[in-house]
Every structure is written in structure tokens, then in C-alpha cells.
């Protein structure tokens, strides 16, 4: 027997007061009353907790202290509209059911238990939506004879039936003799079979009619299954629009995610400060020429020799004279490849400190190939001891430690070519090997390069000049198709040295750097300090631009992220409701909610973090594998906690009162 007494119930008035009210096995209980009365108010505080509700509920003289357990074992409930859920096909109800009971059902067992509701003609595959509401109403009783429930509780079970289907019906309650029914209705077919009939008067529960015969009999027990709701097992059942739904959020949140590598490629670059920046030769260093011929595209200091002219004195007198201006020096280079072909590139010999050798060699194309640069009294890493430095970059790529020695065949400038009708010179060169013991390894921040060249082998230019005018008449010129072409039309002279670097103080380089340029069209400079001061400015303008757009277009990927959302969380509210309303807690059903959190953080971080690898691979830079994965893993949480507050507004809006059409 069910018993429920001290039934407190108020919204905005009072609906019971001090209550009671008993529900007998085997029989069939009717309760009636004015509308608004509270018939459907009281049947669903049995099933669900409310804070406007009190009341104490025993079954076989046991008090129900936790009411959750007592419904999902004992309690089967039928609404008005025979709602189900919306996310299960007819089949999937049953599966979901028995997965809570920890069996298995056939297709033959559900039409066993639709039979007997008088359903075995409908389609277990469909929807319950495809049912009339009469059928929703017996396929949702055949569901609670499925789980075994001994009370079942039926609101207003003949709302919207015609006569047929109310007959139907009243076959079906006169065939459940071994279960508790508690129903309200007014209609009077349903009336006469009932057992029990209760009205409601007064805020109190009249008894209007009892068969003393059941009435008296005794208690049952009843051997029920322990129901266990798992959100692992439940995450299965959703609609096709429901999948649809959570794979279109997935998707744009794998965009916004993709979005979000190229940004932050951009951020990197445009806050890494390059040692060049900040390097002191590069400040008070700056290469000139005086151009022959026309600028295709920028100067790139000493590779466009080719292209360079004799300074009158003058000239560089007016230069020298410029405020912040040290000295001017002559400045070449010893390349490892034929200049006039940029082929022919020499090998390059490593011999560590006990004798072992590594040879290396390098692209026929060889600017990327060592070459020998001179280094003055004015740069910041000069130590005064005469000694042979290398860049950071060639050490690394060359495994070249200090004392180690370097051998290899340079090409030095021997003759030059000039026509008086082109204003290209060319040059020929000679082959000499030289053998270099390595003092020191310099740092990024020390050295000086230039846009050619960061693999570089840096002699005094004391030394410099002493091979360049070790060259006579008597060493081999190498004769390149250019060089042969020159010397039928032109007498070769002596090769000149005409470009300059320029050492200045570094707070007057951006006024020399201006000034020179204003003097003569034909001047080039080049100042890699300058050069990296308007990079950077163009990096950090381009991240910007960048971080507007993409903060444009990952916006919409938001509003539409949140939109969808929304209407998956508000086309779930009906599925928890009936999770509540048969016997879940609520902590439950939010743990299945982050579950599927879970899962979506899981796989979009997941695929966010092998986007972030590939992107990586593609750019061939995992120097920054931990601040990429760093970010992929932020935005995904951000993502996360944006779906949970969407969730928690949807499910938390007051719940709307329905009106059934009669």
C-alpha cells in the first residue's frame, strides 16, 4: 500500500493542507476535482521534489526517504500528452530501459509487451511521434509493464481520446489487476472500473467510493530490479538532428580552432625581437654603394657587386661629414661558390680537435653557402686578438666548435671587365684554399650578416685586405662564359673593392640611414637594424589585421556555436524532464550533460591539438609545440565553458505551462 500524509502543497495559495491519502495494491484509484483543484499538481510532487511541496510518503509501511530510488523502481508515469522521449525511436525506449536494468531485449519481447497494450501494428523504429496520443499513452503503460513498475500513475489518461481509443484504454486497466493505478479523469466510462475514487474538497482528499474487499487486502511485496542510469550508455540516444547538432558545433569549433594557429603564428612573430634588433654591430653598421644601372629590386650588400661604381673622394668626404658617422671602410666578401655562375660551389672541410674531418657540401645555387667576411675594429665582438670568429648559424649547421679548423677553396675577385656601354661590370675570380683554426663562436646578438648571407667565417680586415692584394697576374683566372665574353671586347683591370659599411652611433643610424638616401638616387643603403625595425613594424601591423579579421570571422563561429547550442539544450529540456520524472536525480542527468561535455572538449581538443601539429609541420617550426598546444587546450576550455553556460541558462528558464486542446 501507498500511503501519502501531511500533503502540504502551495504555489501562490494553498493547494492541500495537512492531507492525506492512501493508494491500495491491486487496485485501480481515481482521483477528481474541480480544474485547477490540483489533481496534476499532487501526482507529480509524488514523482518529483519541489521546495513549495511537503509531504510523507511510506509504500508497505516503509518511509520513502529517498524519492528518486522509490520512483525509478516502483512508479511508471503517464502525462497527458503521453510524452516520451524525443531522442528515442519506440525500440531505443525499450533498450534504454533494460540498459538501466542491466539486460538485454529482443524485438519479440517489445512486441510481446506491445500486444498486450494492444500496439503490435506499429513500427518499432519510428518515433513514438508517429502514434496518436491514445497510442503514445498505452506504449508508455507497455513501458512501465516492460520495467515491471507495480504503480502507475496516469494524468488525465482520457484528455483528447475519442471513444474508441478511451474503450482501448479501459481494456488495458482492467487487464493490469496486479498493479497499483492512480489516474484523474472525469470521464465516466473510466469512473465505473475504478476501485478507489477520491475528490479533492477543501484542500483535503474525500473519499467517494473504496471497494472494502481489495481495500483489504494485505500488503505485497514486490521484487523489483535496482535501476541504474548511466550518462556513458545514455550518450547514445540522440535524434539525427541531435548528432547533426553536436557534430556542427565540433566542426566550428575545429575552425575557430584552425583560425586560431595562423593568429597565433602571427602574435610569435610579431613580438619575437630579433637579435638582430638588438645586436650593436648591426646598429652602427651600414652598407652602401654607389648604383650603376637600375634597382630591380632592393640592394642586397656585397651579393649585387656587379652593380656598384667607384665613390669620388668627395663624396665620401660629404658622407664622412654626416653627424654620427664613425669612419667609412671598404667592405667584400670571399665566397665558397663562383660568383658569376653560383655554381661550381667548393667543399667545405670541418677537422675537430682530434683530427677527425667532416666534409660538407652545399647546393649548386650556394648564397646559402659559407662565406668569408671581414670584421673591424668598431664591432662590439671584436676582442682585439686577430682571431677567426664564425656565425651561430654556421657552427650549427657545420657542427663547428672553437678550435676547431675550417679548410676550404674560396673564390677571391682577380680582374674586373668594364664596357663603357653597359653599366654592369664582370668580374673574374681565383681559387685559393686557406685553413682557418676557429677562435670563437659567436652569439645571434653579437654578430653582424646580411640578407644573404648568416653563415659566415669572420678574418680581421687586416687579414681581408692581405689576400685580396696577394693576388698577381700569375694566378689562374677562372674563365666563365661571362668573364670570355668580356675579355673579346674589353681589357681586363685590376678588381676594385666599391662598396663601403658605414660605422656610426647608434642613436644617429635612422638620421644617417634618411640622409643618405636623400642625397643621390644612385645611393643604396642598407642597414639591417632598419631593415628589422620596418620588418617588425609590418609584422605587428599585420598581426593586427589579422586579429581583426580572424576575430571577425570566429566571432560568427561563436553566434552560430551558441545558436546552435541553444537549440540543442532547448530541444532537450522535454528528454530531462522525463529523466526526472522517472526517478533520475538530478545530479545524474548533469553528469550525462558532462559527459557529453567531455566528449566534445575531448574530440575538438583532440583534433584542435593534431591540426597544431600539422600546422607546425607545415611551417616547420615546433619551436613552440608547448605555447601552440597551450592555446589549442585554452580555446577548447573557453569553447567548453561557453557550451555549459549555455546549457545551464537553457535548462534553468522557467518552465512554461502547457495548455492541452481538448
Known amino acids: 500500500m501507498l500511503e501519502v500524509k501531511n500533503i502540504n502543497i502551495s504555489f501562490q495559495r494553498n493547494i492541500f493542507n495537512n492531507a492525506n491519502i492512501k493508494f491500495y495494491d491491486s487496485c485501480i484509484h481515481a482521483i477528481v476535482g474541480k480544474s485547477g483543484s490540483g489533481k496534476t499538481t499532487f501526482l507529480r510532487s509524488i514523482i518529483q521534489d519541489s521546495s513549495r511541496v511537503q509531504m510523507e510518503i511510506s509504500y508497505n509501511e516503509e518511509v520513502i526517504s529517498e524519492k528518486d530510488e ?3 523502481k516502483h512508479i511508471g508515469y503517464v502525462d497527458q500528452l503521453g510524452s516520451y522521449f524525443p531522442n528515442m525511436s519506440i525500440k531505443q525506449h525499450f533498450s534504454f530501459y533494460a540498459k538501466m536494468k542491466g539486460e538485454k531485449i529482443s524485438v519479440h519481447d517489445i512486441n510481446e509487451f506491445l500486444s498486450r497494450v494492444n500496439l503490435h501494428h506499429v513500427n518499432i523504429k519510428k518515433s513514438p511521434s508517429v502514434l496518436s496520443i491514445g497510442e503514445r499513452k498505452r506504449f508508455l503503460i507497455a513501458l512501465s509493464l516492460y520495467c515491471d513498475k507495480d504503480i502507475i500513475i496516469l494524468d488525465e489518461p482520457t484528455a483528447s481520446l475519442d471513444k474508441k481509443n478511451i474503450a482501448l484504454l479501459k481494456e488495458v486497466l482492467l487487464s493490469l489487476k496486479d498493479k497499483t493505478i492512480i489516474l484523474t479523469t ?6 465505473e472500473i475504478c476501485d478507489v475514487v477520491y475528490r479533492i474538497e477543501n484542500q483535503q482528499f474525500e473519499c467517494e467510493k473504496n471497494d472494502n474487499d481489495k481495500s483489504k487486502k494485505e500488503n505485497k511485496t514486490h521484487e523489483i530490479k535496482n535501476y541504474r542510469f548511466s550518462p556513458i550508455k545514455y550518450f547514445q540516444y540522440k535524434t539525427p538532428i541531435q548528432w547533426i547538432q553536436l557534430i556542427g558545433m565540433i566542426v566550428i569549433s575545429v575552425f575557430i580552432l584552425a583560425q586560431s594557429l595562423p593568429l597565433i603564428q602571427s602574435f610569435l612573430i610579431a613580438n619575437t625581437i630579433n637579435p638582430q634588433v638588438t645586436n650593436q654591430s648591426s646598429k652602427e653598421m651600414i652598407f652602401l654603394r654607389n648604383r650603376s644601372g637600375q634597382l630591380y629590386f632592393m640592394y642586397d650588400p656585397i651579393m649585387d657587386c656587379y652593380n656598384s661604381k667607384p665613390f669620388a673622394r668627395q663624396e665620401l668626404d660629404k658622407i664622412e661629414q654626416l653627424e654620427g658617422v664613425k669612419t667609412i671602410e671598404k667592405i667584400d666578401m670571399f665566397p665558397l661558390f663562383n660568383p658569376s655562375t653560383y655554381e ?8 675537430d680537435e682530434k683530427g677527425n674531418m667532416q666534409t660538407y657540401e652545399f647546393d649548386s645555387y650556394g648564397s646559402r653557402a659559407p662565406a668569408i667576411y671581414p670584421y673591424y675594429k668598431y664591432n662590439s665582438f671584436n676582442d682585439g686578438d686577430n682571431g677567426i670568429y664564425i656565425s651561430s648559424m654556421l657552427s650549427k649547421m657545420c657542427d663547428i666548435q672553437e678550435g676547431d679548423m675550417i679548410k676550404a677553396k674560396w673564390y677571391i675577385p682577380k680582374n674586373q671587365y668594364i664596357r663603357n656601354d653597359n653599366p654592369y661590370r664582370v668580374i673574374s675570380y681565383v681559387l685559393k684554399e686557406f685553413e682557418f683554426k676557429v677562435t670563437k663562436v659567436l652569439k645571434p646578438e653579437e654578430e653582424y650578416t646580411t640578407p644573404s648571407h648568416d653563415m659566415i667565417v669572420y678574418i680581421p680586415y687586416s687579414m681581408y685586405n692581405e689576400i685580396l692584394n696577394s693576388i698577381n697576374q700569375d694566378d689562374k683566372e677562372i674563365m666563365s662564359s661571362n668573364v670570355i665574353r668580356a675579355s673579346e671586347k674589353v681589357d681586363p683591370v685590376p678588381y676594385t673593392v666599391d662598396e663601403y659599411v658605414i660605422f656610426v ?9 634618411n640622409a643618405i638616401l636623400e642625397m643621390d638616387d644612385s645611393y643604396d643603403v642598407y642597414s639591417t637594424y632598419m631593415s628589422y625595425l620596418d620588418i617588425d613594424a609590418m609584422q605587428r601591423e599585420a598581426f593586427q589585421t589579422k586579429l581583426i579579421s580572424t576575430g571577425g570571422i570566429c566571432g560568427i563561429g561563436i553566434i552560430a ?8 539544450m532547448k530541444s532537450r529540456k522535454e528528454e530531462i524532464e522525463l529523466l526526472r520524472n522517472n526517478g533520475i536525480k538530478r545530479k545524474q542527468i548533469y553528469q550525462s550533460i558532462l559527459f557529453e561535455n567531455g566528449v566534445y572538449f575531448i574530440v575538438t581538443c583532440g583534433i584542435g591539438l593534431l591540426l597544431s601539429y600539422l600546422y607546425q609541420s607545415y611551417i616547420e617550426d615546433f619551436t613552440n609545440v608547448l605555447l601552440f598546444s597551450g592555446v589549442i587546450i585554452v580555446i577548447s576550455f573557453v569553447l567548453l565553458c561557453v557550451n555549459v553556460i549555455v546549457s ?6 522557467k518552465k512554461r505551462v502547457r495548455k492541452v486542446k481538448l
Open 70 to 72: 522509490f520512483v525509478r
Open 186 to 191: 472525469h470521464t465516466q466510462e473510466i469512473l
Open 344 to 351: 661550381n660551389c667548393e667543399k667545405f672541410e670541418v677537422i
Open 505 to 513: 652611433d647608434e642613436d644617429y643610424a635612422s638620421d644617417v640611414y
Open 561 to 568: 556555436f551558441i545558436t546552435i547550442q541553444y537549440f540543442l
Open 648 to 653: 545551464q541558462f537553457i535548462l534553468k528558464k
